[in-house]
């Protein structure tokens, strides 16, 4: 499969798109049935961000038909499965027992930490669910974000060392929430860390709210790939995890141009330390990210079609 697709100004390898494909109205003429919203999807964005595999691993046939739904130049950035990131032991556990016969399942009352063995099934059942993406030449990175309680220490160094050890040599992408691993004395060796261990940095543009946010850092640490996250900038939202809507919340926000522009000149400078860039806009609880995406595109020169005109429903 093709895509029509035009870049121009220097922007060639910066690719744009969505966190997820399934929830974005704009995206889509109205009662687009969902088997058909990826394909639609990638006709107008070239890159999406896979979320549900943070929630369960999926199997091999579902990757097998994502691959098959999209273009030859279609990738996707996926998102680590919970359970390897630490955001839910019990998550964890669950998949384990699914994944070895006779397993017992240990209660969540008696949340330990996985056995070794454990952990190394886990990892490579996801792996092994991304195989028909990396066959096609369809797998950007695995993004690895890490909970905002996951602080710059000893063992959670080792536990990154661990992860990208589990890991082979697939593209791995890293993202951290908590400040400490940019305070002024760790962030030159959390960068030196990343660039020596293999790791792409993903970088976010996220409101500025304390111990559970990280700054701006527009560093590469791979030559091949750096990834760009917009999760928005709305601060009084983003510590709302405890209320019923809190994705609505935290996640609501619109981009001006002048904002988006600062990124224009961000991106051109990080191109010249890694080769490709993936930006994947996040504030989509408003509905806002898919326009925010297009701006930006329209801004580094790019187009990539439209999606087909809304049909008319006789019945």
């Given amino acids: 499969m093709t895509a029509a697709n035009s870049k121009r100004g220097g922007f060639e390898q910066v690719f744009v798109g969505l966190a997820g494909w399934g929830g974005h109205d704009t995206v889509y ?3 687009t049935p969902a088997s058909r919203k990826l394909a639609m999807y990638a006709r107008q964005f070239a890159l999406v961000e896979v979320d549900n595999s943070f929630y369960a691993i999926p199997t091999p046939e579902s990757v097998q038909r994502w691959v098959d739904e999209t273009p030859d130049d279609f990738g996707f950035v996926v998102k680590a499965f919970q359970g390897m990131t630490g955001h839910d032991r019990d998550a964890g556990r669950r998949a384990i027992g699914k994944l070895l016969t006779g397993e017992a399942v240990p209660s969540g009352d008696a949340l330990g930490e996985l056995t070794e063995e ?15 993406m990396a066959r096609a030449g369809k797998l950007r990175a695995f993004l690895f974000q890490y909970p ?3 602080d710059c220490t000893r063992d959670n160094v080792a536990a990154l060392r661990r992860a990208k050890t589990l890991m082979g040599n697939a593209p791995v992408a890293l993202e951290f929430r908590h400040q400490s691993w940019f305070a002024p004395e760790y962030r030159a060796k959390t960068l030196a860390f990343m660039e020596r261990e293999g ?6 543009d996220e409101p500025q709210a304390g111990l559970g946010s990280i700054p701006i850092v527009p560093e590469p640490t791979h030559p091949d790939r750096t990834i760009v996250r917009f999760h928005g900038r709305n601060v009084g939202g983003w510590h709302s995890s405890g209320s019923p ?3 609505a919340v935290r996640y609501l926000y619109d981009y001006n141009d002048e904002e988006l522009r600062e990124w224009v000149g961000l991106l051109e400078a990080m191109l010249k330390r890694t080769s490709a860039i993936d930006v994947v806009f996040n504030n989509n609880s ?19 079609g439209e999606p087909p005109p809304e049909q008319i429903s006789l019945f």
């Fill in 245 to 247: 809507d809190w994705r």
């Fill in 199 to 204: 790791w792409m940095h993903s970088v976010c």
């Fill in 148 to 150: 905002p309680w996951f």
């Fill in 118 to 132: 454990q952990e190394a099934t886990m990892f490579a059942a996801f792996r092994s669910a991304f195989e028909p």
């Fill in 29 to 31: 003429p109205a009662a």
């Fill in 286 to 304: 408003g509905g806002h990210g898919a326009g925010n995406a297009k701006r930006l595109m329209a801004m580094l020169g790019q187009s990539r």
